[in-house]
Each structure stands twice: as structure tokens, then as C-alpha cells.
């Protein structure tokens, strides 16, 4: 085979590096703390008659069989990977597949240091997340820095980039640790509710088709 | 056990060897200028008496009034090593010559002194940052940084 | 009528299914076979070099755990060495045997999580390593009866080590290595017995002799490469001189050597554990070291064989509590010089063996 000019031609790898150098320092200077959402506290979530049942399914099957995205940076890899094994079994709780794609994935488990380089990169993968998703921080180095925390190119936490729902604190939590995470997880996802979410887009839907003026008022 | 060779001894070989370089040794190594660094590592490399051809670490040392550049070399056949230094005294732009046509283990090594320390290997085929990204103010691993 | 086709250019970005960590690959192909190959690393710098230089030598030994967290005590082992060196601190006999006993273990768990990454790359995804986590989890159980951590230890100290061992520990060593040599057949039995995993690591990925004494590799791809280099043979550390081991040496320098080398090195290291226990004496764990120590104006390179390869500290003191320069000399790092040469040639599914058969852990390479 003959090998030609590629069509549309490459630019050198120096292009590609400058322009990621580029993006590290813009997501370095732009970014601030992120809270955690915990509107999921409330007390007394007045529900709607409507809503209860379709909550309760939904939530039963979201919390069921969540899957992560594996974003395994450091070693608190090895304890992640030791639960998926034999021993601390994950796959009772349907999550055995740590897959490394995120398209598939509702929680993104961000389990190691973190660092400048590799922040757009996990910014990237959490965007390209389809809703609802959930995100855990993992070891103290995902949590606040860890020991590195003093560093010129560790990030002082995920809630830097990310909201964070769930804390694993340790160096590197046991695996029981982690679990005990993924059931916190678990409570929070059968607290929520669609009630919020739905009644936005349903007004949004109603404004958009004129429906009120068909259905003599029937969705309000 | 592998023996480290006496710096005088060498020295002295080497600097019959080499008359116009200036060669040191102290306790534990020969100092050679920046100028003389490449021809007195291909003889050491080359000479059938030394035989060094397996480069164990490269690494540099900040200190204020210099930059030190150390090899530490390992013949396998003979079993013996020796610790090689060399002494920048420039600021803004230090250079010493690379040594990766000798022993290709420099290669991503002095790229990583480059980045860190900001010394300059002219020679070396692709010196660019490894670790850091490029537009990072800087180089981290000098004393008078932060 | 010959056919026209282009290079492309692919990146494996930072994350991606191969379990070794955060690196990048950017690979240009012509079809399937790779022309070109640009490593680019750095996503897991943590600046321990920097950090060092603002902790007191007793404060350093936890940083030097994170390094190759696939076998944390070695780590401590070669940095507490470099620091005995330097300060010249003499350690009791019972230390020395203890810390032998835990970095051959630690060897034990760094290759058992070798085979089954190797095995992920190879196709057979999580199974085998199912198999190496199950007995990996038998040896982390005896190191937390010992000093109550799984992962990241802390356990060497300046002049000993930090625990004694309980009295289980030595009925339960023996118990694992008496099983120990059934499951290292079943492993070397995995690959040399199935034709799909000899016909992929068979002559793939060679590196000749010549080419890895110039890329200065070490450990088992150098010896897999038919050289005969082991640092505790040549020079002789803490007791291994009065051990009596073989060092097995590959002579091809493919995977298939590669791996090879590594499973006979589990073996030695059963016999290895089984004669330490056997000499193991009384005493003391640690001797007096003060707490601040202030080493005399000097440097020290000490090394040890870790089961990546070489693994060596250099410091330089200028007697004040921290090291004026905190070096590591990263086996991972180095071994990855010669990727380049090893993968041009070879097809896609290749490349990733052949650095899967590397045994990199990002934590060392990027420090």
C-alpha cells in the first residue's frame, strides 16, 4: 500500500500541546468553589398526589443499578478495584462494570489526586454525562488535596470543578468505606424527587404547544 | 558488590587523557566543565578499562550559585560505578550538552531536568515538557521558586 | 492497482479501559500498524520532589508511599536505606530480616497484580484478575495484622521498622506458602497452555540486548532481554547476601519473557520467605535515631531492587531537617525509553500489550 498526504493535513503535536496548556490555565484561573447540592436535606418535600408513585419507581430503579464511569486516578484505584472483586462484592448492588465510558454511566466516582493536567479532562468526561447524574469524591486527595495539598499542580479538591454529592474520606478509605458511601449515595437518590424538575419542563412544554387552549385547562 | 571507583584515580586518568579540560574530583566524583562533558563521557563509555555503558540516574541539584548536573554510570561487565558532575554557573539560560547519543536512558530524564529545572540540553532530539503543561509559569524545582 | 491509504492520527487519551493509569498515547497509524508513537505524560504529577524539600526526613517516608502504590513498602525500604547510608545509622538483625520478609511479600502482590492486568490487556477482561485479587487479598490480610494498613503502609522506619509481628504472622506465612507454589503452576500454566495468548505474546514486542543496556532498563525487562542484573546479587543489600536464590534471565525479550521472568520470580521469592522465616532472630526492632536527625553535609544514592526494576533515592543533605534535594530515580520512567523502538512496527492491539507488559504504575512514573 501506498501511504499518501493525509486530506486534511495534522498539525504538529507541539500545536496540540500548546493548546492544552492553553485550557489548563484558563480552567485554573476561572474556577471557584463549587456547594454541593443538598437541597435533598428539606425536611418535608410537600409531594404531589401525582408524582409519589412515579418518584417511587424511579427512584427504586435509578438507586438499584447505578453505574459508574471508573475515573480511577491514583491508589485509591487499587481499593475501588479490590471492591469489585470476589471479596467485597459490588456486583450485589448491580455495579460491577466500571467502565471507562461515561456516555452509559450515572456517577462518576472521582477516586485520586487530581491535578491541573487532568482537569479538563474530567470536566469534559462529566459533561458528556447524560442526566441524572451523580458524582462521589473518593480519598482525601479527591476531597480537599490530601497530602499533596501544598502542591504547585494538585487541584485542592474536586468541588473545585464538579458538585460533589457524596465524601469517602481516607488514605485510601477501606473498602468497606466505600460502600458505606454508595449506600449514603443510595438514601439520597430515593430522597429525590422529579416533583421540581418535572414541573419546570412541564410549564416550559405548555407554554411551547398552547395546550391549555386544547385541553380546557386540565394540565394546570 | 559493585565497587565506586576512587573520583582521583579516574581523574587523573582522564585528564591525561583530556589535557585541556580542567577536572576536578572531590570526595565522591570528577567535576568537567559544560565544554568537556560530551568527550569525556564517550571516553569513559568507549575505553575498554571502563566500559561504562549502562547510565543509571541523571538528576540535577540547584544550588544558588550553580546548577549541578550528575551521572551516575554502571559498567555491567566489570561491576563497578562512578558518579560524574558537572557545574553550570549560569542563571537564565543553563546548557549542557546532552548525552543522549551516548545512552538513550537520558532521554525522557533530561527532558524532565528541562522542565523542572529549566536546564537546556541542546542535542537532545525532542526537548519539550513532560510533566508540567506547556504555559506553566515557570520552573518549580529551583530554590527560588515560591 | 496499488492501493492509497493515510496516516491517522489517534489520541488514547488520559482515560481509557487499560488499568495502568492516567497516560497518553498518540499513536499515527497506517491502517492498523503503527508508524509512530508520542508519550505524553504528567496527569498525575504531584510535585513529591518539591514537597519533600519542606518535610523532615521522618516526615518523607509516608510522601514515598504514593509513589509505586502497587508496592509501597519497597518504596519505604530503598528511601529509609538512602537515608542510613547518609546519616550512617546501623539497624538491628531482627529489622533487617523483617524488612527482607515484607518486600519479598510485597513482590509477591506486585506480580500477582501484574499477571492479571496483563491478562485484562489480553482480551480475557476481569477474570483472571479475580483469580490475582483473591490471592492478593491473603497476602493484604497479613500485612494488616501486622501494621493495621492494605494499601499504603508506613511501616519502615530511620534504623528499623515500626511494628513487631504478632504470633499469627508466622503460622500464617507458612500457610500461604505451602499453597503458593500450586497457584503460581496455575498461572504459568494460564499462558503457556492456551494457543490464542502464546500466538499474541510470542515474538512480540522484542527488545534485544544491546538496546536495553543503552535505554538503561532494569528489572525483569532487563533481564527478560538476557541480561543478568540483579541488584541483589551484584550489590548486596541489608541480608540478602546470606540468601540463597536464583535470578531467572529470559532470552528473547518479548511479552511472553517478560512474563515469564516474573512468574519464576514468584517462585524464588517463596524460597526466599521460606529461608528468612527460618533465620529469622530476637531482638530489637529499631534502633535509636533522634528525632530530628541532622545527617552531615553530604549526598547518598541507595538502591534497591523493587520489583519494577532499580529503585534508587538520592539525596543531598546540608545538615539541616530536611533533605536539601530529594531525588528518585523512578524504574517505570526509564523502562518506558525504549517504547518507542519496541511498538513501531506492530499492530494496534500490540501497542497496548507491550505496554501493558511493561508493568508501569503512574504513580511512579509521574511522581
Known amino acids: 500500500m501506498e501511504v499518501t498526504e493525509p486530506r486534511i493535513p495534522v498539525p504538529p503535536a507541539i500545536e496540540a500541546d500548546l493548546a492544552e496548556g492553553a485550557a489548563i490555565n484558563s480552567i485554573r484561573e476561572t474556577c471557584k468553589l463549587i456547594p454541593d447540592p443538598d437541597k435533598w436535606l428539606e425536611e418535608e418535600l410537600s409531594r404531589n398526589i401525582v408524582v409519589t408513585t412515579v418518584d417511587a419507581v424511579l427512584d427504586w430503579g435509578r438507586r438499584c443499578s447505578v453505574w459508574p464511569v471508573n475515573m480511577g486516578l491514583a491508589c485509591c484505584a487499587f481499593e475501588m478495584i479490590a471492591m469489585a472483586n470476589a471479596r467485597f462484592d459490588i456486583a450485589r448492588f448491580g455495579m460491577e462494570f466500571l467502565r471507562p465510558s461515561p456516555r452509559q454511566a450515572d456517577l462518576l466516582w472521582v477516586v485520586g489526586t487530581l491535578t491541573w493536567k487532568m482537569a479538563p479532562a474530567l470536566k469534559r468526561i462529566y459533561d458528556q454525562m447524560p442526566e441524572p447524574k ?44 466505600i460502600l458505606y458511601g454508595i449506600s449514603l449515595l443510595h438514601q439520597k437518590i430515593g430522597r429525590s424527587t422529579i416533583q421540581g424538575q418535572l414541573a419546570d419542563k412541564i410549564e ?14 386540565m394540565w394546570r | 558488590m559493585t565497587v565506586a571507583l576512587k573520583a582521583e584515580t579516574v581523574g587523573q586518568k582522564v585528564a591525561q587523557a583530556f589535557p585541556t579540560a580542567i577536572i576536578t574530583a572531590d570526595k565522591e566524583a570528577i ?26 540516574s541523571l538528576t540535577a541539584v540547584d544550588y544558588l550559585d550553580y546548577f549541578e548536573v550528575i551521572y551516575h554510570l554502571t559498567s555491567l561487565r566489570y561491576d563497578h560505578s562512578l558518579v560524574l558532575k558537572t557545574r553550570c554557573y549560569e542563571r ?47 520552573h518549580p524545582l529551583r530554590r527560588d521558586y515560591l | 492497482m496499488p492501493l492509497k491509504t493515510e496516516p491517522i492520527v489517534l489520541n488514547i487519551g488520559p482515560q481509557h479501559p487499560s488499568s495502568h493509569g492516567l497516560f497518553r498515547l498518540r499513536l499515527t497509524l497506517d491502517g492498523e500498524v503503527v508508524t509512530d508513537l508520542e508519550l505524553v505524560l504528567g496527569y498525575l504529577h504531584r510535585g513529591i520532589e518539591k514537597l519533600a524539600e519542606g518535610r523532615t526526613y521522618a516526615q518523607n517516608i509516608p510522601l514515598t508511599d504514593r509513589l509505586d502504590y502497587l508496592a509501597s513498602m519497597t518504596n519505604n525500604f530503598a528511601y529509609v536505606l538512602a537515608v542510613e547510608k547518609l546519616a550512617g545509622i546501623k539497624v538491628p538483625e531482627r529489622a533487617e530480616y523483617l524488612r527482607v520478609i515484607m518486600a519479598e511479600l510485597m513482590r509477591l502482590t506486585s506480580h500477582l497484580a501484574f499477571i492479571g492486568f496483563l491478562l485484562n490487556e489480553l ?64 498461572y504459568e500454566q494460564l499462558i503457556s497452555g492456551n494457543e490464542i495468548l502464546l500466538a499474541r505474546t510470542k515474538g512480540v514486542g522484542i527488545l534485544s540486548r544491546d538496546k536495553a543496556i543503552n535505554a538503561s532498563a532494569s528489572g525483569p525487562v532487563l533481564r527478560a532481554s538476557g541480561v543478568k542484573w540483579d541488584i541483589r546479587k551484584v550489590d548486596p543489600y541489608s541480608v540478602y547476601d546470606r540468601l540463597d536464590f536464583e535470578v531467572p534471565v529470559g532470552s528473547v525479550g518479548d511479552v511472553y519473557d517478560r512474563y515469564w521472568v516474573r512468574v519464576q520470580e514468584m517462585r524464588q521469592s517463596v524460597r526466599i520467605l521460606k529461608q528468612a522465616i527460618e533465620q529469622l532472630p530476637k531482638g530489637e526492632i529499631r534502633s535509636e535515631v533522634p528525632h530530628l536527625l541532622r545527617p552531615p553535609q553530604s549526598e547518598a544514592y541507595g538502591r534497591i531492587e523493587a520489583p519494577k526494576g532499580e529503585l534508587g533515592f538520592y539525596l543531598v543533605s546540608d545538615n ?24 513501531i512496527g506492530w499492530k494496534l492491539a500490540d501497542a497496548v500489550v507491550i505496554f501493558g507488559s511493561l508493568d508501569t504504575v503512574l504513580g511512579e512514573v509521574d511522581r
Open chain 1, 134 to 177: 451523580w458524582v462521589m469524591a473518593i480519598g482525601v486527595c479527591a476531597i480537599s488535596g490530601g497530602t499533596f495539598r501544598e502542591s504547585y499542580s494538585v487541584v485542592p479538591g474536586v468541588n473545585c470543578i464538579l458538585p460533589v454529592d457524596v465524601y469517602v474520606p481516607g488514605c485510601p478509605p477501606r473498602p468497606e468505606g
Open chain 1, 204 to 217: 416550559e412544554w405548555k407554554q411551547k404547544m398552547k395546550l391549555e387552549a386544547y385541553l380546557g385547562g
Open chain 2, 31 to 56: 567535576i568537567v566543565p559544560p565544554d568537556s562533558l560530551f568527550q569525556v563521557a564517550h571516553f569513559l563509555k568507549n575505553t575498554p578499562e571502563f566500559d561504562f555503558d549502562y547510565l543509571t
Open chain 2, 92 to 138: 537564565e539560560r543553563p546548557t549542557v550538552p546532552s548525552v543522549v547519543s551516548l545512552w538513550q536512558g537520558a532521554d525522557l530524564q533530561e527532558r524532565e531536568v528541562y522542565d523542572l529545572m529549566g536546564i537546556i540540553f541542546p542535542g537532545h532530539p525532542n526537548l519539550k515538557r513532560i510533566f508540567l503543561w506547556e504555559g506553566f509559569p515557570g
Open chain 3, 123 to 186: 482480551g480475557a477482561y476481569f477474570t483472571p484478575l479475580f483469580y490475582m485479587f483473591r490471592d492478593r487479598e491473603k497476602i493484604l490480610d497479613l500485612f494488616e495484622m501486622v501494621c493495621g494498613q492494605r494499601l499504603t503502609y508506613n511501616y519502615m522506619r530511620l534504623g528499623g521498622v515500626s511494628h513487631d509481628i504478632p504470633e499469627e504472622f508466622i503460622p500464617a506465612v507458612k500457610r500461604l506458602l505451602n499453597e503458593m507454589p500450586r497457584f503460581t503452576d496455575e
Open chain 3, 320 to 343: 539541616s531537617i530536611a533533605p536539601y534535594r530529594f531525588h528518585i530515580r523512578p524504574p517505570a520512567l526509564i523502562n518506558l525509553t525504549a517504547l518507542r523502538d519496541m511498538v
